[in-house]
């Protein structure tokens, strides 16, 4: 089982950038595909980007060509790089290797002026 722990949360104005990381020990190739979710709370945690082995990509409608998903596999690390941020991509960001059990503990996102 995946180990998996998130950083880069922080508090950022509209229109800012960030840079989310989640380090899978103790190895990420075997744990593909990858995603990243976020959750407000009183809601259910949404998918909003994936990552296969091939490296492809897919993205939910509303962060499309905002964010973009990818990993560095000698790292262990996937990452979301996320600009032009808005107050609704505030939210309470996880990693999870899809299809398994493993979640981190989450990295909070603010997005405010």
């Known amino acids: 089982q995946v180990q998996l722990v998130e950083s880069g949360g922080d508090l950022v104005q509209p229109g800012g950038s960030l840079t989310l990381s989640c380090t899978a020990s103790?190895?990420?190739?075997?744990?593909?595909?990858m995603g990243w979710y976020r959750q407000i709370p009183g809601k259910e945690r949404e998918l909003v980007a994936t990552?296969?082995?091939?490296?492809?990509?897919n993205y939910i409608a509303s962060v499309r060509g905002r964010f973009t998903i990818f990993s560095d596999n000698a790292k262990n690390t996937v990452y979301l790089q996320m600009n032009n941020l808005i107050s609704d991509d505030t939210a309470v960001y996880y990693c999870?290797?899809?299809?398994?059990?493993?979640w981190g503990q989450g990295t909070q996102v603010t997005v405010s002026s």
């Open positions: 990552i296969t082995r091939g490296g492809a990509r």
């Open positions: 999870h290797n899809i299809g398994g059990s493993s």
């Open positions: 103790p190895s990420l190739s075997e744990f593909y595909p």
